[in-house]
């Protein structure tokens, strides 16, 4: 079945610097994925998505990569911001092609 | 302004009672979602409808229901058959297509003592 991970639970890090979130997935490449943001007892919102033939999106000071050698994308957050905490999630379609299926998130902390 | 209401916040219901929660979305869209989060744990889903009196199951149904009669309500029911129902749950929509990001709601915090 496929599979979508993130690896890292909690991320600390400076104002400032940039976070970089990973996500694995297994089995097939999806033709897409997702990240999503959530906030304490919040619904997740939508921030990007990345088709398979993309090897890079921006919006702002994000920026997503996509690779399929390594079934891998990454998501950075170019100088951090204490408002950028939060957690990140990360998501592929299933197989029937009806619904996502979402990887566990990584909890971003960014210190002043 | 356009979005997802789900209602109530909070529920609070003694065991071997059902439950329904509400969802409620004037985006016009076709697809509606249910999920469940527990801590630690990502979004796990629970059931899903692409179009009006249509609904399948996700990877966890057992011990919920749903109903689809009308485009814009697509209420759970968590039933005295699901044997841990003390969770977050977050219902979602979408425009059909592959591509389509999802909408969610703000969450319903259901606790069973």
């Known amino acids: 079945s496929q599979k979508i991970e993130q690896n890292s639970e909690a991320l600390n890090i400076q104002e400032g610097k940039t976070a970089t979130l990973t996500c694995n997935y297994t089995n097939y490449s999806p033709a897409y994925l997702q990240w999503y943001r959530q906030d304490p007892g919040r619904g997740p919102v939508f921030l990007l998505l990345?088709?398979?033939?993309?090897k890079e999106k921006r919006k702002e000071r994000l920026k997503v990569t996509f690779d399929t050698t390594l079934k891998q994308s990454l998501f950075h957050i170019t100088a951090s911001q204490p408002a950028d905490s939060a957690t990140y999630l990360c998501?592929?379609?299933?197989?029937?092609?009806?619904?996502?299926?979402f990887g566990k998130g990584t909890t971003l902390s960014v210190s002043s | 302004d356009g979005g997802i209401t789900q209602s109530p916040k909070y529920l609070f219901r003694k065991e071997g009672q059902n439950v329904t929660l509400s969802c409620e979305q004037n985006?016009?869209?076709?697809?509606m979602y249910w999920y469940r989060q527990d801590p630690g744990q990502g979004l796990r889903l629970i059931y899903y409808?692409?179009?009006?009196?249509?609904?399948q199951k996700g990877d966890i149904a057992e011990g919920y229901s749903v109903s689809r009669e009308k485009k814009e309500s697509f209420p759970l029911t968590v039933t005295s058959a699901q044997k841990n129902p003390t969770a977050f749950y977050l219902c979602?929509?979408?425009?059909?297509?592959?591509?389509?990001?999802?909408?969610f709601g703000n969450g319903t915090r259901l606790t069973v003592t």
């Open positions: 979602a929509s979408s425009q059909t297509g592959d591509l389509s990001p999802l909408h």
């Open positions: 990345i088709r398979e033939n993309e």
């Open positions: 998501a592929r379609v299933n197989q029937a092609g009806t619904a996502l299926i």
């Open positions: 985006l016009n869209h076709d697809a």
């Open positions: 409808s692409q179009i009006v009196n249509d609904f």
